[in-house]
């Protein structure tokens, strides 16, 4: 059976954004990814399969390694759903900025 995880589900974990912000300047080994992390490297393999079943990482194989590169495409989906919402919020928070400069209290 093929699992088909959710992104948002995967970038939910601190591990897994980790990793991704480790990844997101060079491709890298699971030995290289799991020296950062005080856990077992099973367990970031797991987090790592998670990420690539979401396309968030891809594998290349160069002779006996695999590396871990970050999908910059599918990143980009990421960002472009999450874009709307972060203009929502910087707009609110604008306004209440404004509000509490002009706010003056009674004496």
Same mark, same amino acid.
């Given at each position: 059976?093929?699992?088909?995880?959710?992104?948002?589900?995967?970038?939910?974990?601190? +591990?897994? @954004? +980790?990793?991704?912000?480790?990844?997101?300047?060079?491709?890298? +080994?699971?030995?290289?990814?799991?020296?950062?992390?005080?856990?077992?490297?099973? +367990?970031?393999?797991?987090?790592?399969?998670?990420?690539?079943?979401?396309?968030?990482?891809?594998?290349?194989?160069?002779? @006996?390694?695999?590396?871990?590169?970050?999908?910059?495409?599918?990143?980009?989906?990421?960002?472009?759903?999450?874009?709307?919402? @972060?203009?929502?919020?910087?707009? @609110?928070?604008?306004?209440?900025?404004?509000?509490?400069?002009?706010?003056?209290?009674?004496?």
């Amino acid at each position: 059976m093929n699992l088909r995880r959710d992104v948002f589900q995967a970038i939910a974990d601190p +591990t897994r @954004r +980790t990793i991704l912000l480790l990844v997101a300047s060079q491709a890298m +080994t699971a030995g290289a990814i799991a020296s950062n992390f005080d856990t077992a490297r099973p +367990t970031v393999s797991k987090h790592l399969q998670i990420l690539t079943e979401c396309e968030l990482l891809e594998q290349k194989q160069n002779g @006996r390694e695999i590396y871990y590169y970050i999908n910059a495409k599918k990143m980009k989906e990421v960002a472009d759903f999450i874009e709307p919402f @972060r203009k929502m919020w910087d707009d @609110r928070f604008n306004k209440l900025e404004n509000i509490m400069k002009a706010y003056k209290p009674k004496k």
